[in-house]
DNA sequence: CGTGTGTATTATGTGATATAATACACATGT
DNA sequence: ACATGTGTATTATATCACATAATACACACG
């Protein structure tokens, strides 16, 4: 297990956990798509300024900027100068993107499992034995 | 789909796939992992010197060093001076690495499709779709 | 006009990664 | 003894991604 230092920091509705396993800007834009993905920034929802979200979570405006422009390239957000940053995205392709994401998660998922030489059956029983003990 | 790419080499009974997208040394150190588990490179196994499989892959030795340090620090291999490395994990020792590394797998897959707000339901889902599609 | 937006620019610093060129320590076979 | 093949260590260099800092700019709104 690897602890490194999590800080957990919250920005109006939002939570964030932030380390230094891997880049800041790669995890605020991941926690991100996830916090639209499920619904919690619905169409139209202004989010969290750059600047008062690099305060919050006690990192530099720019690494912040960097996460919100790829979430404009994502399709999910619109930036209006002098406004602020908002949901843009439809339910609908917001659910075509929440679908990508997973697909390509499950991708990976099962590609490491089959080169650890893991069959359909060894998955399935992992799986369960995750689903007897963890949450949800 | 990312391509950037991707090289295929062979060396030895073992075919390695690397790329520009990861540290080539955590490419390699994986990639050994897994021919390690699947038994591939059973017990006593005398592993490619660093040398030809710096050569082979096109690579510098230092960074197959890196990597085969990192085995040794699993617990896997050991290393003789004038020899070589070869694989001193014994099967039940090696099977509890393979189950680990899928355990943490199977983490991280679940969590990461919770934060998309997918369900256990959904999860299964998803996998029966892969595994409609997919090989194996 | 003042304030709050996102953005751009320039500079600086750090760390991981990879390469290159050598050199060393050790084992083995001849 | 020697040559060869092991892993390793050292030193140097180079590149790149990442993050920060300090400013400045363009725009919208009240």
Request: net charge negative; aromatic share 6%.
């Amino acid at each position: 297990m690897r602890d490194d230092a999590v800080h957990e920091r919250k920005v109006g509705p939002l939570t964030f956990r932030l380390d230094l396993s891997q880049p800041l800007y790669e995890q605020i834009l991941e926690q991100m798509r996830a916090a639209i993905a499920r619904g919690e920034l619905p169409l139209g929802e202004k989010i969290p300024s750059v600047r008062e979200m690099a305060q919050a979570l006690r990192v530099n405006p720019n690494t912040v900027s960097h996460a919100y422009q790829e979430l404009e390239r994502d399709g999910l957000t619109e930036t209006r100068r002098g406004q602020g940053t908002f949901v843009t995205a439809e339910p609908a392709r917001v659910d075509q993107f929440r679908t990508a994401i997973a697909e390509q998660a499950v991708n990976e998922f099962v590609d490491r499992m089959q080169a650890l030489g893991f069959g359909w059956n060894d998955i399935d029983r992992l799986l369960d034995e995750r689903k007897a003990k963890g949450g949800a």
